[in-house]
């Protein structure tokens, strides 16, 4: 198992630019997982975020959390295909 974890770290320490594409595939899960309402992809961590959840209701926080979610997806696959 530590032999895999150290095979990972030399891989990224190589090629970095697939940090951004890790990024974008996790931001991606997010965001679909908020468009589809799972609460583990919107469940406000913040009391700023329990605010707006509470002022939007569920189903527009979880619109604009999706949205941003998506954003950063987008951001960090262009960073990927622009480090190449």
């Known amino acids: 198992m ?3 974890i ?3 770290n030399d891989f990224m320490i190589t090629n ?3 940090g951004y594409l890790l990024v974008a595939v996790v ?3 997010f965001s679909l997982g908020s468009f589809k309402k799972y609460n583990w992809a919107i469940s406000p961590g913040s009391s700023y975020q329990r605010f707006l959840y509470s002022t939007m209701g569920e ?3 979880s619109i604009i959390m999706g949205c941003g979610f998506l954003i950063g997806s ?3 696959l262009g960073g990927f295909l622009l480090s190449k």
């Open 16 to 18: 970095p630019e697939y």
């Open 27 to 29: 931001l991606l899960i």
């Open 74 to 76: 987008l951001g960090a």
């Open 6 to 8: 150290q095979q990972a």
């Open 2 to 4: 530590n032999d895999l």
């Open 59 to 61: 189903k527009w926080f």
